[in-house]
């Protein structure tokens, strides 16, 4: 039982170059999520899907953009890296109600030079 | 909006000891609560969550929450600490809708043996 995968697990970027994160959950959830983590700042929201089709900016956005052409997929852009994207970025899902747990993935640490 | 607090950014208890994380949050209506842990390298996996009913909430790995609506609060406890609890520990108040989640700081929890 995968739950929810992300790759790649590590990436070293230059500044300004572009990539996708790759988020795949097993699970038949309708809303999946995409939050960044740092250093005494918890977890926060950068985009949202609450069905296939969808998408909803979170907290910080910026320089972000999404995609859930697939119920079961979840894909995050950097359009043109910076250092302040350097960070741990996590994928998660969840059934559509509010008393629902997120399931999160293991996490891709991105590190922008 | 919601917001939560954890007051304690690191805890070093010994093996065998009690624990308590202290979370607490604000929210204008009926919370709902979760605990999360991270190990390091990992994603996070609920321990725990209240939504109605009893106040004292169980979870897994023997961890348990009480819920004190008086002092907005729903802190995270455990009789006897194993080497393996090592890790950050979130506290979560889900919002109106399952994208509204927000996480606490985190609270680093070393173990001594």
């Known amino acids: 039982n995968a739950g929810v995968t992300q790759t790649p697990k590590f990436q070293v970027l230059k500044t300004g170059q572009s990539m996708t994160l790759q988020c795949a959950q097993d699970?038949?959830?309708?809303?999946m999520y995409w939050y960044r983590q740092d250093p005494g700042m918890g977890l926060r929201l950068i985009y949202y899907?609450?069905?296939?089709?969808?998408?909803d900016k979170g907290e910080v956005p910026d320089g972000y953009n999404v995609s859930r052409l697939k119920k079961q997929n979840f894909l995050l852009g950097l359009e043109s890296a910076a250092p302040s994207q350097t960070s741990v970025y996590f994928c998660?899902?969840?059934?559509?109600?509010?008393?629902?747990?997120?399931?999160f993935g293991d996490g891709t640490r991105l590190s922008i030079l | 909006a919601q917001s939560v607090t954890q007051p304690d950014i690191h805890i070093t208890v010994s093996e065998g000891a009690s624990l308590e994380l202290r979370c607490n949050y604000s929210?204008?209506?009926?919370?709902?609560l979760f605990w999360y842990v991270q190990s390091p390298g990992q994603g996070l996996q609920l321990l725990l969550k209240?939504?109605?009913?009893?106040?004292l909430v169980q979870g897994i790995k023997g961890f348990e929450a009480e819920f004190k609506r008086s002092q907005s609060s729903f802190n995270l406890r455990k009789p006897s600490v194993h080497w393996s609890d090592a890790a950050e520990y979130f506290c979560?108040?889900?919002?109106?809708?399952?994208?509204?989640?927000?996480f606490g700081q985190g609270t680093r929890l070393t173990i001594n043996p």
């Open positions: 998660a899902s969840s059934l559509e109600s509010r008393d629902q747990p997120q399931h």
């Open positions: 699970m038949n959830h309708n809303s």
């Open positions: 899907s609450a069905s296939e089709g969808t998408t």
């Open positions: 929210y204008g209506a009926t919370p709902y």
């Open positions: 209240y939504f109605s009913g009893d106040t």
């Open positions: 979560a108040v889900g919002g109106p809708t399952p994208q509204k989640l927000v």
